[in-house]
């Protein structure tokens, strides 16, 4: 089974002002995309249809396939950096807070 582009977890403009609908269309259209397209691609060519995207990335590993390992890393990169944003307003706790609050004074100071 090949590799599919996730859908983002929110609207595309849901990260305005901090990334625009436009970059993170060509963001994850485009680039995002363009992993998911190759790896699939190098898959089939490979004989390594089926396998988890995690088992495809541990064989480019292993048999030292710069382009397989740099795509499919890519797609788990992505959909993990993905994951991590949020348009909703998160303040961080703990450590996080104690470090971010001595070097920039709070979060919003942060951003």
């Given at each position: 089974?090949?590799?599919?582009?996730?859908?983002?977890?929110?609207?595309?403009?849901?990260?305005?002002?901090?990334?625009?609908?436009e970059t993170?269309?060509?963001?994850?259209?485009?680039?995002?995309?363009?992993?998911?397209?190759?790896?699939?691609?190098?898959?089939?060519?490979?004989?390594?249809?089926?396998?988890?995207?995690?088992?495809?990335?541990?064989?480019?590993?292993?048999?030292?396939?710069?382009?397989?390992?740099?795509?499919?890393?890519?797609?788990?990169?992505?959909?993990?950096?993905?994951?991590?944003?949020?348009?909703e307003k998160?303040?961080?706790?703990?450590?996080?807070?104690?470090?971010?609050?001595?070097?920039?004074?709070?979060?919003?100071?942060?951003?």
């Amino acid at each position: 089974m090949a590799f599919e582009l996730p859908p983002l977890p929110y609207a595309k403009d849901a990260l305005a002002p901090y990334m625009s609908a436009e970059t993170l269309e060509f963001h994850h259209g485009k680039h995002h995309k363009a992993y998911v397209d190759k790896t699939n691609g190098f898959i089939v060519e490979k004989g390594l249809e089926g396998r988890k995207l995690s088992e495809v990335i541990a064989h480019a590993k292993e048999t030292g396939d710069k382009a397989l390992f740099n795509n499919s890393a890519q797609i788990w990169n992505h959909s993990f950096f993905w994951q991590g944003l949020s348009p909703e307003k998160q303040t961080p706790s703990g450590k996080l807070a104690e470090l971010i609050n001595s070097e920039f004074g709070s979060a919003d100071e942060l951003v």
